[in-house]
């Protein structure tokens, strides 16, 4: 929230870099896994804890040392209505997507806390706060046009660099929850990689995110963020490409090492341009305030990379396992009705072992199944890989909307009067679609 304040501090290519710097800090943060495993392996939970509120208390009192910004002169009333409407509908959308892996998607888990007409609650309370966000744009209009200011801002539905701009907020924190539900998991569960290992993973994401989200605006300030977006997105979605490649049995081969170095800079690359092609597209006091609806936006890609891309993950185990029993004759009628019974999730071979070690079965069946379970797990993966890598590409359909690429230095009309002859600065626009 506080670096959401720093490019209004700036003006013209500096605002620029300072809008990559947002984008840095996201790759800075790859530090804190590998920092706070270190404590935690050699100090324990309450000093982490520890850690990281002195950490909380700093970033406080640095927030005090940021200059003044000047306020409006007009006195704004509080969107109270607006505000209580998406609280809700968000809480109620990024909730439900978010609990489909632990509560089911129609049938309920046994994790599920209740049912809603016998079903798993999850998409009802995501349709429901769905339904409360889209209540909120016609509310939303009337409110702005009765105080001339809404929590939701016109500008920020009807200019389409502006849907551009929030799609790739989401896209990029997208690909963090696809990290979340299907990485992360599947190195410390599957291939067995400690908490160090981990960090080490979060450090090969977020340094290139770093050097990208930095970089990009400070070494091609006049660059195209059509095309960097453009660009951004089809590094993300390729990095997807090693990483399955990189999956044999229970290990993964340095592939992965490959594939997730180039997901950093895909991530990056994008990060670079994204708050700055939505604050070209509208005016000084809605661009003030478009850093709560990008965070938004983050928040929503997350979820629905959390929910969706782990819903793909565990249907596809379980679909896949199931097939390759009912192919497999090693596998008696019996041992496949109980194996079905199990909720067999997102796991490596000796917990797998460990699920079904009470179901009646000679040797020879165990271990069939264990390699069928090794096989489904990798198939649903390269599946959850290949939809991520398709929602990510879907996004380079919004790039067309991106048509303004700079203002001029101060937001406006330029302070001293300008020679005979020649016209005001405006903002540059590509007429190409």
């Known amino acids: 929230s506080v670096l959401g304040l720093i490019p209004f501090i700036y003006h013209g290519k500096n605002r620029v870099l300072a809008f990559g710097c947002i984008g840095a800090a996201s790759g800075l943060s790859a530090f804190l896994p590998l920092f706070l495993g270190i404590v935690m392996q050699f100090g324990g939970f309450r000093v982490t804890y520890g850690v990281l509120a002195v950490y909380f208390v700093l970033v406080l009192a640095l ?5 003044a910004i000047q306020k409006p002169a007009e006195k704004l009333k509080f969107d109270g209505l607006g505000t209580g409407i998406a609280a809700v509908g968000l809480f109620l959308f990024l909730v ?39 209540a909120l744009v016609p509310i939303e209009k009337r409110v702005e046009e009765k105080n001339g200011i809404a929590l939701l801002p016109q500008s920020f539905l009807k200019t389409p660099q502006v849907r551009a701009g929030l799609v790739a907020s989401a896209i990029t924190f997208f690909f963090m929850g696809v990290q979340a539900v299907l990485l992360s998991p599947y190195l410390q569960l599957v291939a067995g990689w400690p908490p160090m290992q ?40 390729a990095a997807f490409i090693p990483m399955g490649l990189s999956l044999h049995g229970s290990e993964v081969s340095p592939l992965m090492w490959l594939g997730l170095a180039v997901a950093g800079a895909g991530a990056g690359i994008v990060s670079s341009h994204t708050n700055n092609i939505v604050a070209l597209a509208v005016n000084e006091r809605d661009a003030s305030q478009s850093g709560g609806i990008q965070t938004t936006m983050r928040n929503v890609g997350q979820a629905i990379g959390v929910a969706a891309i782990g819903a793909v993950l565990l249907f596809g ?25 199990r909720n067999i999730t997102l796991m490596g ?8 070690a009470d179901i009646p079965m000679d040797d020879a069946e165990k271990t069939e199944l264990v390699k069928l ?61």
């Open 198 to 237: 981990l960090g080490l993973m979060a450090l090969a994401i977020g340094i290139p995110t770093f050097i990208f989200s930095l970089g990009i605006p400070k070494f091609m300030p006049n660059a195209n963020p059509r095309r960097v977006i453009q660009i951004g997105y089809i590094v993300m979605a």
């Open 317 to 341: 185990i379980t679909v896949n396992i199931d097939n390759a029993m009912a192919d497999n004759p090693t596998i008696t009628p019996e041992v496949r009705a109980a194996v079905a019974e």
């Open 373 to 433: 379970n090794s096989d489904a797990r990798i198939q649903s993966t390269i599946t959850a890989y290949v939809v991520s890598a398709v929602i990510i590409l879907l996004g380079l359909l919004t790039t067309r909307w991106i048509t303004i690429f700079r203002k001029d230095e101060e937001g406006g009309a330029p302070s001293e009067p300008l020679p005979a002859g020649e016209q005001p600065f405006e903002p540059v626009v590509d007429r190409e679609m």
């Open 96 to 134: 439900g997507l978010s609990r489909i892996s632990a509560w089911g998607l129609i049938e309920p888990f046994a994790a599920c806390p209740f049912t809603i007409f016998g079903i798993s609650p999850a998409l009802p309370m995501a349709a429901l706060g769905l339904l409360l966000i889209v």
């Open 63 to 67: 927030s005090l040392k940021l200059p």
């Open 349 to 356: 071979d000796a917990q797998f072992e460990a699920t079904i």
